[in-house]
C-alpha cells in the first residue's frame, strides 16, 4: 500500500515539475524575460506594489469616506405633497416608488409615524407611496429613524399630473421638486446627503476597522521588519494577473445588469458609486486585497498573528450571514432587519449547513465560503426575475428547468433596480477578499502540537506529505458525500419546521418577504411532497374502474379532433366592465351554430402554462397533487395515461405543435411519454417550419394562423382520423412591443389606454381572426372534425393593469379563461358550464357521445364525468360544488376520495393499471 503512494506521489510531482519547467522554457516566457522594462519591473517590484499600495488605500478611504462619519440631525424626515404645481400640470399628485433607503437601508415600517399617503402594490407587494394634495392638502409621510441621517435616497414618479413634493429634515424644508412633466411619465431616482461629521460607531465601525487592517498591513509591508523573502519571484505578478481577471469578470457582470437598468450610477449603503468611481473602487480594492494575501501571514513578526488568525475566522464565517444578506436585499421589498431573530438564525442555520456541506466537497472552507456568496447572489436575483416577470419566487422546481427559464428569460421584460447593481458589487468586493485570503496553513501552525501526538507521529513516518494531503481530501470528500445524501437534507428540514409560519400559494412572496428565501423554498418544497392517499392500493383503484364499464359504440366515421392551448386567452368584455373600441373576440362570440362556449377555472396564473396542459391531456388534477406541484418537470419520467394514448387506441394519428424550444418545459420528452406520433417545435426535427414553410410571425411568434394552417396540411394529408394538439404562443408576454412593432387593432374607451393592455388585447383580435379562418376553412371541409380551444392562463397584466376592474370577490376572477367547441357537424345545444381543466377531455366525450360521431368512453372518463357532476370546479385555490357553491377545502365525499386514489396511481405508481384494460 505504501508503495502504492509512493508511485502516485512521484508521479504528480514528476508532472508538477515538468509543467513548470514547460512554462519557463516556452516562447513567450522567454519573451518576456528579455525585455528590458520586464526586468527592472522585476528588479523593483516591490517598490512599485508599495506605491500601489498607498495610492490604493488613499484612494479607497476616500471612496468611502462617507461610510465613516454619522449626521448631524435628529433623523426625522417628512415628505409632503402640498397643493401647488406648476401652470401646466393637470393635477398635484405624487408617489415616491421603490428603494426608498435612509443610510442605504429600507426604514422598518414600524419607524413611520404618520402616513397619510396611500399605498400601492400593483399586484407584487412593492411599496410605492401616493399622495394626491387635490384631495387632502399637505398629505404627510413621516418617518423617524432611529440615528442621525446621513443620505435618503427614493425614486419618484414626473408625469403630467406632479405637482410640488416638499422634503423635510427636523422640520426644516429642504428639498422642494416640481415632478410635473409634459412628455411622458418617467421614474427619477433622487439621493439627498445631509450635514455629517466623521466618528466612529457602532453601525460604521466595520469600515474603521477594514480601513485599520489595511492600514497596519501596509505599514509592515513598508518597514524593514515586514521585508520577508518572497515564496515566488513571480508572485507580485501573479497576484495582479488574477486581480486583474478580477476586475474584468466584476466590471463585465456590472455591465451586463446595467443593460436591464435605467441607470448606471447607483448606492451602496451611503458612497455614490458612477462608473468611473466603480473602476476606481474596484482597483484600490484589488490592490489592498493582494496587500492583505502578501502580507497577513507577516503578523507573526509583529506578534499580531492572533489577529490575522482572526481575521481569516472573521471572513470565512461571514459567508452565510453575507449570502443571506444578498439573497434578502436583492429581491425583498424588505431590508434584511425585517426578519424576527427566530427566522433570522433558522436562515442562517440552513446556509450554514449547506456551506459545511459545500467545504467538506471542496475540502475547503475558502472555497465553499466563495460558491455560497456567488450562488446566494444568482439565487436572489433570479427570484427578483421571477417575481417580475411571472409574480411568484423561486421554488424547487425551477432547478429543474433551468433551460426553460433561459429561453423565456430573454422574452422577458424586467428591469433591474439601482439596488440590485448594489448587491452585485458587494458579492464581488466579499469573492475578492476571499480570493486574496491567505491558506489556512499559511496562518495556523499545528506542528507543535502534532508532534507531541504518537498517534501522528505514526502517521507522519508511515506517509509523505502529498500521501497525507491525499487522504485528508479523500476522507474530506467521503464526509460530504455523506453529508450531502443523508444528514444536510434532514437537517435543514428540521430548522425550516421550526418556523412558525403560514404557506400564503397565491402570494407565495409574501411568506418569503415575512420568513426569508431559505425557510420559505424549504417548506413549500416540503408541502410539495406527493403522500399516499389513506387507505391506498393498486387493487381499490381496479375496483373503482371497473364499476364503470367501458361503452362498446363507436361510430364508423371519427372526428378529426383539433385541441389548441391558446397562450394567455382571456376574455375581459366578460371579466371587467372595460369598453374596448371593437369586441377581441368578436367572431368567437358570435358563434351560435354547433358551439359550445364554457369558461376554464384555471390553477395557475401568468405562467406555468404546462400544468394546464398535463391536467388537460392526463385529466389528473392539480387541486389533489401537492402545492406548487409542476408535473411536466417533477412527475413525467415514463409512459403515462392520457387522451393521447386513448385516440391512438382508437386508431387516431397523434400530433402535437409547439412554435418555440423542444426543451421548453420539456415537452419534447413529455410529448412521448403521452404517446404522440409526431411533436413539431421550433428547434426540432422535423421542425414545425418543415411542416410550414416561413410561417407568418407576430409579435416575435409564430402566429396561430400558421399553427392551423399546420392542422389543416395534417388532416388533407392522413387518411387516419387526427389528433392534433396545438399549444400557441402569438400572445406570450412580456407586453412591451411598440405600435411600430405591432400596430394596434383594439383600445381601451372608458378607462387609461395602456400600451401594455392594447398590445394584449390586439394579439387577442389576430387570434379570434385566425380561429375564424380556421373555421371557415373546415366549415367547407368533408372529413368531420372537432375543434377546441381554452386559454391556460391569464396573462400577468390581470395585475398589472386590469386587478381595479376585476371583481375582488369573486376568487375566481383572477384564474377564468374561456373555451370553446366548434364542430362541422351538428353539436347538441347546451347551456354555458365552468369546469376545471381536468374535466375538459370528459367533456368533449360527453358531448361527442350524443352525435352521430361518439366514440367509446373509458372506464375513466365515464368516472370524470360523474364526479364532475358532484364538483366541477376543482383547483388548487379552491372547489366549487353543483351549486357554485365555493370552498377551499377540498370535498370528504366517497367519489374525491376515489379521485385521489386513481390519480395516485396515475401519477406516482411506475407500474400503474394497465390502460389498455381500463383507460382504453
Request: hydrophobic fraction near 40%.
Amino acid at each position: 500500500m505504501k508503495k502504492s503512494w509512493t508511485k502516485i506521489s512521484m508521479s504528480f510531482h514528476t508532472r508538477a515539475r515538468a509543467f513548470k519547467n514547460a512554462i519557463h522554457h516556452s516562447k513567450a516566457y522567454q519573451w518576456l524575460s528579455r525585455q528590458i522594462w520586464w526586468r527592472w519591473l522585476n528588479s523593483q517590484k516591490r517598490t512599485v506594489f508599495a506605491i500601489l499600495a498607498i495610492l490604493a488605500f488613499a484612494g479607497y478611504a476616500f471612496i468611502i469616506r462617507n461610510e465613516l462619519t454619522v449626521g448631524e440631525n435628529n433623523g426625522n424626515i417628512k415628505f409632503v405633497a402640498i397643493k401647488s404645481k406648476d401652470p401646466q400640470s393637470n393635477g398635484y399628485k405624487e408617489n415616491i416608488r421603490t428603494n426608498l433607503t435612509i443610510n442605504g437601508t429600507i426604514p422598518d415600517k414600524s419607524t413611520f409615524l404618520r402616513n397619510e399617503w396611500g399605498e400601492y402594490g400593483g399586484g407584487i407587494p412593492i411599496p410605492i407611496y401616493v399622495a394626491d394634495a387635490e384631495k387632502t392638502e399637505n398629505q404627510t409621510l413621516e418617518i423617524q429613524h432611529d440615528g442621525p441621517i446621513k443620505s435618503l435616497h427614493f425614486e419618484y414618479s414626473s408625469y403630467d399630473i406632479g405637482g410640488f413634493l416638499q422634503v423635510y429634515l427636523d422640520d426644516v424644508l429642504h428639498t422642494q421638486i416640481n415632478t410635473y412633466n409634459s412628455k411622458e411619465l418617467v421614474y427619477k431616482p433622487i439621493t439627498l446627503t445631509f450635514e455629517q461629521h466623521y466618528a466612529i460607531t457602532k453601525a460604521n465601525s466595520i469600515w474603521w476597522g477594514q480601513l485599520a487592517l489595511f492600514a497596519l498591513l501596509l505599514l509592515s509591508f513598508l518597514t524593514k521588519k515586514g521585508r520577508t523573502k518572497e515564496n515566488s519571484k513571480d508572485s507580485f505578478f501573479f497576484h495582479i494577473l488574477w486581480g486583474t481577471a478580477f476586475y474584468f469578470l466584476a466590471i463585465g457582470s456590472l455591465k451586463l445588469a446595467f443593460q436591464y437598468g435605467d441607470s448606471k450610477e447607483f448606492h451602496l449603503f451611503n458612497i455614490f458609486v458612477s462608473p468611473s468611481i466603480l473602476s476606481a473602487l474596484l482597483i484600490c480594492f484589488i490592490v489592498l486585497s493582494i496587500l492583505v494575501k502578501i502580507q497577513l501571514p507577516k503578523l507573526r513578526a509583529f506578534r499580531l498573528g492572533w489577529l490575522a488568525q482572526g481575521y481569516y475566522f472573521f471572513l470565512t464565517a461571514l459567508a452565510p450571514f453575507v449570502g443571506l444578506y444578498l439573497i434578502e436585499t436583492a429581491y425583498s421589498i424588505f431590508s434584511i432587519e425585517h426578519l424576527s431573530m427566530g427566522d433570522y438564525q433558522a436562515n442562517i442555520l440552513i446556509l450554514v449547513i449547506i456551506w459545511l456541506t459545500l467545504a467538506l466537497l471542496t475540502t475547503s472552507i475558502r472555497a465553499a465560503s466563495f460558491i455560497l456568496v456567488a450562488l446566494s447572489m444568482v439565487v436572489g436575483m433570479v427570484t427578483k426575475i421571477l417575481l417580475i416577470a411571472r409574480n411568484m419566487p423561486l421554488l424547487s422546481y425551477h432547478f429543474l428547468q433551468i433551460r426553460d427559464g433561459l429561453s423565456v428569460a430573454g422574452d422577458t421584460d424586467f428591469h433591474f433596480t439601482s439596488s440590485m447593481f448594489g448587491m452585485i458589487l458587494v458579492c464581488w468586493l466579499y469573492l475578492i477578499s476571499m480570493a486574496f485570503l491567505p491558506t489556512f496553513s499559511q496562518l495556523f501552525n499545528f506542528s507543535v502540537i502534532a508532534q507531541r501526538l504518537s498517534l501522528w507521529k505514526t502517521y507522519t513516518g508511515k506517509y509523505s506529505s502529498f500521501q497525507r494531503k491525499l487522504i485528508h481530501k479523500v476522507v474530506l470528500i467521503s464526509m460530504g458525500f455523506i453529508s450531502l445524501f443523508f444528514l444536510a437534507k434532514p437537517a435543514i428540514y428540521a430548522v425550516a419546521n421550526s418556523v412558525e409560519l403560514s404557506l400564503y400559494f397565491w402570494t407565495m412572496q409574501s411568506t418569503y418577504y415575512d420568513h426569508g428565501l431559505p425557510v420559505a423554498l424549504t417548506r413549500y418544497h416540503i408541502a410539495s411532497q406527493i403522500k399516499k392517499p389513506k387507505g391506498y392500493s393498486k387493487q381499490v383503484a381496479k375496483e373503482v374502474l371497473a364499476s364503470y364499464p367501458r361503452t362498446t359504440e363507436q361510430t364508423t366515421k371519427q372526428p378529426n379532433i383539433i385541441l389548441i392551448q391558446n397562450e394567455s386567452l382571456t376574455d375581459y368584455s366578460q371579466l371587467t366592465n372595460l369598453q374596448f373600441s371593437s369586441d377581441p373576440l368578436q367572431f368567437i362570440h358570435s358563434l351560435d351554430k354547433n358551439a359550445i362556449k364554457g369558461n376554464l377555472l384555471v390553477s395557475v396564473f401568468a405562467g406555468s402554462t404546462a400544468n394546464t396542459e398535463y391536467e388537460v391531456l392526463t385529466s389528473n388534477s392539480l387541486a389533489i397533487l401537492p402545492p406548487n406541484s409542476f408535473p411536466f418537470q417533477q412527475l413525467v419520467s415514463s409512459p403515462r395515461n392520457s387522451v393521447v394514448n386513448y385516440l391512438n387506441h382508437q386508431g387516431y394519428s397523434s400530433y402535437a405543435f409547439h412554435p418555440y424550444g423542444k426543451d421548453n418545459y420539456r415537452r419534447s420528452q413529455v410529448f412521448g411519454y403521452f404517446g404522440f406520433n409526431q411533436s413539431y417545435f421550433e428547434n426540432s426535427s422535423p421542425a414545425f417550419q418543415d411542416l410550414v414553410p416561413n410561417p407568418e410571425r407576430l409579435r416575435g411568434y409564430i402566429s396561430d394562423q400558421a399553427l392551423y394552417q399546420g392542422s389543416l396540411k395534417l388532416i388533407e394529408e392522413n387518411e387516419d382520423p387526427v389528433f392534433n394538439f396545438v399549444v400557441t404562443m402569438q400572445g406570450h408576454g412580456g407586453y412591451s412591443n411598440s405600435e411600430a412593432e405591432f400596430p394596434r387593432t383594439i383600445s381601451i374607451t372608458n378607462a387609461e389606454n395602456d400600451a401594455s393592455a392594447t398590445d394584449f388585447l390586439s394579439s387577442v383580435d389576430a387570434s379570434d381572426e385566425a380561429f375564424e379562418n380556421l373555421v371557415a376553412s373546415l366549415s367547407t371541409h368533408d372529413e368531420p372534425t372537432i375543434v377546441i380551444m381554452y386559454g391556460d392562463h391569464q396573462p400577468i397584466l390581470t395585475d398589472g393593469y386590469f386587478k381595479p376592474y376585476l371583481d375582488a370577490s369573486d376568487p375566481g376572477s383572477r384564474f377564468q379563461t374561456p373555451f370553446i367547441m366548434w364542430a362541422n357537424f351538428d353539436l347538441p345545444q347546451t347551456e354555458e358550464t365552468t369546469i376545471s381543466p381536468n374535466y375538459l377531455v370528459p367533456y368533449l366525450m360527453q358531448i361527442l357521445s350524443k352525435t352521430e360521431h361518439a366514440l367509446p368512453q373509458s372506464s375513466y372518463y365515464q368516472f370524470l364525468s360523474n364526479i364532475q357532476a358532484e364538483i366541477p370546479v376543482m383547483t388548487t385555490w379552491g372547489y366549487y360544488d353543483a351549486n357554485c357553491n365555493y370552498s377551499e377545502k377540498a370535498p370528504s365525499s366517497e367519489l374525491y376520495q376515489q379521485y385521489q386514489h386513481l390519480e395516485y396511481n396515475n401519477v406516482v405508481e411506475k407500474d400503474s393499471i394497465d390502460w389498455k384494460e381500463y383507460y382504453q
